[in-house]
T-cell receptor, first 115, second 117 residues
Framework: AQSVTQLDSHVSVSEGTPVLLRCNYS??????LFWYVQHPNKGLQLLLK??????LVKGINGFEAEFKKSETSFHLTKPSAHMSDAAEYFC?????????????FGQGTELSVKP | GAVVSQHPSRVICKSGTSVKIECRSL??????MFWYRQFPKKSLMLMAT?????????EQGVEKDKFLINHASLTLSTLTVTSAHPEDSSFYIC?????????????FGDGTRLSIL
């Protein structure tokens, strides 16, 4: 069975400082992993995805994530936080990328950005 | 632009009312659509998987007679909350599976905030 664990329910950073949102996964085979962002009362927007190509994945808005099989991790990072980055972030694993496989969501990490 | 349109964005109604939420895929055919429920400060909980032309597959613990799902075409799935009660108040999000834009696994709607008085 596949699962994801987001290690922090809430992360607070100052504007301009680095962001690190942690995610560990469990999968019986090579997984497809994603990070989504959700702003209040909105749907989800895909930030980036890993699908067994390059282990360092670059996404939108300056975010990137590194797939580390040895650590079963897929942490999300950004060098410099912006106020507009404040939102809820979900680490997600899929059981199949084609034609919309079922997605398994982590519990989410709320990112706060202080001025 | 949005590839999945969810309507309405907000509903407020009296207890006992049935509420229908629509999820449309724009510019692509979605053979599979998913319905999620999200409680405040919580993650998304998959309620059911809707396949075009067949019965939906409900997750364990989700009442199929309470949450009726219809996926009659490749671009439209509907979720009807029957005889809604205050405990059904929640944020409901749909997604459509398919290649669509950017080869994403699922494209999400903007959600429906359901409030039952």
């Amino acid at each position: 069975a596949q699962s994801v664990t987001q290690l922090d329910s809430h992360v607070s950073v100052s504007e301009g400082t680095p962001v690190l949102l942690r995610c560990n996964y469990s999968s019986s085979y090579s997984p497809s992993l994603f990070w989504y962002v959700q702003h209040p009362n909105k749907g989800l927007q895909l930030l980036l995805k890993y699908t067994s190509a390059a282990t360092l994945v670059k996404g939108i808005n300056g975010f990137e994530a590194e797939f580390k099989k040895s650590e079963t991790s897929f942490h999300l990072t950004k060098p410099s936080a912006h106020m507009s980055d404040a939102a809820e972030y979900f680490c997600v694993v899929s059981d199949g990328i084609n034609q919309g496989g079922k997605l398994i969501f982590g519990q989410g990490t709320e990112l706060s950005v202080k001025p | 632009g949005a590839v999945v349109s969810q309507h309405p964005s907000r509903v407020i109604c009296k207890s006992g009312t049935s509420v229908k939420i629509e999820c449309r895929s724009l510019d692509f055919q979605a053979t599979t659509m998913f319905w999620y429920r999200q409680f405040p400060k919580k993650s998304l909980m998959l309620m059911a998987t809707s396949n075009e032309g067949s019965k939906a597959t409900y997750e364990q613990g989700v009442e199929k007679d309470k949450f009726l799902i219809n996926h009659a075409s490749l671009t439209l799935s509907t979720l009807t909350v029957t005889s809604a009660h205050p405990e059904d108040s929640s944020f409901y999000i749909c997604s459509a599976g398919g290649q669509g834009v950017g080869n994403q696994p699922q494209h999400f709607g903007d959600g429906t905030r359901l409030s039952i008085l």
